[in-house]
Each structure stands twice: as structure tokens, then as C-alpha cells.
């Protein structure tokens, strides 16, 4: 999966976020994005996964070559943000369920368990979890998608020393050929793991 943008602006109310920016996305490479808060991260991976459309330009997805309407590219997106939410009356079994009936994930509930390190805690809900071990979850979640564009903001905001460098060993480790990362943060350990950086 490709992903072209000729020369795209975003504007919320009167401010322009991102204007006249234009690069070509490719399969097979995993490229960060840096930039203090409020110049455009969230919102470029936003158009980068076509759950938002620029206020100008044209965005372009091409799987193969072939073009792929915007309304599809959901199909092929997996994206991770500190500011999703779980659900946390479940547990994590019950959630990873749930989420297997709608996308295909890359390991079973009891092997994405032990290899996420919630072994230990597999019986709570959700809603006992630390902010690090919600980070965590969602983070393998978006690793574990059979997905070939995958997004993630501010990845390791919640996370410590530790669980930084376990996200950034099983994101490479699990990367396929075809795959498009980005990582849009403003710490610079995680852009340690990509092949581009953009600077916004």
C-alpha cells in the first residue's frame, strides 16, 4: 500500500494545521513523524488513514498500483492513539475476542497474552489496568493487525523505559515486507526504529 499526497492543507475553524504538504508514502518502510503539540501529527495520520479528508489537495491510496477509494481504506488500516478507548468493563480474553470478530490478528487470545506480558493480569478487567498496561494493550493490538498501513500516535507516552524498548523490539520483529509504519511523537527514542523522519 502506497499512500500519495499532493499538496494537502487542513484547516480547523480559520487556523491552517498542515498547508501545501505533499510526500509519497511507501510500502515497506516505517517513517516517523516529529513535531511539538499542535502542528499536525494527529491530524496528518488521521488523513494518512482517510478517517479525515484534507480541507485541500487530493490524497491518493494505491494498493498494487491500483486505486483504492477512500470509504476502502479502512479495511487495510490499523491505528493506535493514546486517546482511544478501551472496553473496560471486559477483560482481556473477552476483549480480544470481541476484536477477533472483526479483524484478524496475528495470535490467538491465549499466545497474544503471554507474549503482551498480561499473563499475570488476564483475569482483571480492563478498568484495573494501569495507564502503561492500557498503552501496552493497544499498542499490540495495532502490532498483532493484519493490516498493512499501521498508525501510531504518541505510542510511548504512558510507557516506561522498559515497555518503550518491548514496543519498539516487537514492532520490528513483527513487521511484514509490505507493511507502512509511521509514528508520529515528539521523543526522539522513537524514531530510532524508522527509515524516515519527517519533521512538521
Known sequence: MNIQLDNISKR????????????????????????????????LLKILSASLSPSKGEVRFLNQGKPIE?????????????????????????LLDHVSRFQTLSLSSSQFVTEFSFKKHKDKTISAYSSGMKQRLKLGLTICAQKSIKLFDEPTSYLDIQNKQFFYEKLVESKKPDDLICIASNDEEDFAICDLVLSL
Open 12 to 43: 480547523y475553524q480559520q487556523e491552517w494545521i498542515i498547508k501545501d504538504f505533499s510526500y509519497a508514502f511507501q510500502s515497506g518502510k516505517v517513517y516517523g513523524i516529529r513535531g511539538i503539540n499542535g502542528t499536525g501529527k494527529s491530524t
Open 70 to 94: 477512500a470509504q476502502h481504506v479502512y479495511k487495510h488500516v490499523a491505528f493506535a492513539a493514546a486517546e482511544d478507548e478501551l472496553v473496560e468493563e471486559l477483560t482481556i480474553i473477552e
